[in-house]
């Protein structure tokens, strides 16, 4: 069975502040999703990682892949209220089957 | 047209009835799931069609009947639910197995009485 751990569970911080957020297997995923999710509504995509040390940028979003590809992190720079949400992180596995992390619940305090 | 729907968008229902949730996309998307999710809990898959076709069924009980009548349309037939059922039910498409990106619908609140 593929799992995913994700870090911190709970995050709050100031406005300004700059945060990383951890997502980790013991298993090799072809890709990687990073989703954020606001409560009540679906997830939405935020990036794809697909080659081991792979580095994509979103504004201030920085999302690399482990160059094992098992796991991956999202660094958030100046963080803005916002940017408040549930952050998923989703491995694709076996058969279009994607496996998601527990999320990381941000709070950014203006 | 860029976005996955659902209907309903809020749902209430006894144990002994029979509903229907609804899915669409029309972005060409090939393969199509269903996933639950409950409060504080990341989503769950249930199943996956992929060119209309069930390719995963995970493991869900059989008082969940999915359906996919075309390429753009995925059903999730509701039939004598327990309260535990209550969740967040989501469905998301996706282009095919050579493209890894998921876009999810906003989801159907049920909750059963």
């Known amino acids: 069975t593929q799992l995913l751990e994700q870090s911190p569970q709970f995050l709050s911080i100031q406005e300004g502040e700059n945060l990383t957020v951890y997502c980790n297997s013991s298993s090799v995923f072809s890709s990687l999703q990073w989703y954020r999710q606001e409560p009540g509504e679906g997830p939405v995509l935020l990036v794809t990682?697909?080659?081991?040390?792979e580095v994509k940028k979103l504004k201030r979003l920085t999302f690399q892949f482990g160059d094992a590809r098992k796991d991956s992190s999202l660094h958030i720079t100046a963080a803005q209220p916002g940017d408040t949400g549930l952050y998923l992180c989703a491995g694709e596995g076996y058969g279009q089957n994607f496996v998601f992390g527990p999320g990381t619940r941000l709070s950014v305090l203006p | 047209d860029t976005e996955v729907t659902q209907t309903p968008k809020h749902l209430v229902m006894g144990m002994t009835n029979k509903k229907s949730l609804k899915c669409e996309q029309h972005?060409?998307?090939?393969?199509m799931y269903w996933y639950k999710q409950k409060a504080k809990k990341p989503p769950e898959l249930m199943f996956v069609y992929s060119y209309e076709k069930l390719s995963i069924n995970e493991s869900v009980p059989s008082r969940f009947s999915p359906e996919c009548p075309n390429s753009s349309l995925l059903n999730l037939h509701l039939h004598a639910l327990q309260p535990e059922d209550s969740a967040l039910y989501l469905c998301a498409s996706r282009l095919g197995p050579e493209n890894n990106e998921q876009f999810f619908g906003p989801g159907t609140r049920l909750t059963v009485l």
């Open positions: 990682v697909v080659t081991g040390g």
């Open positions: 972005m060409g998307h090939r393969a």
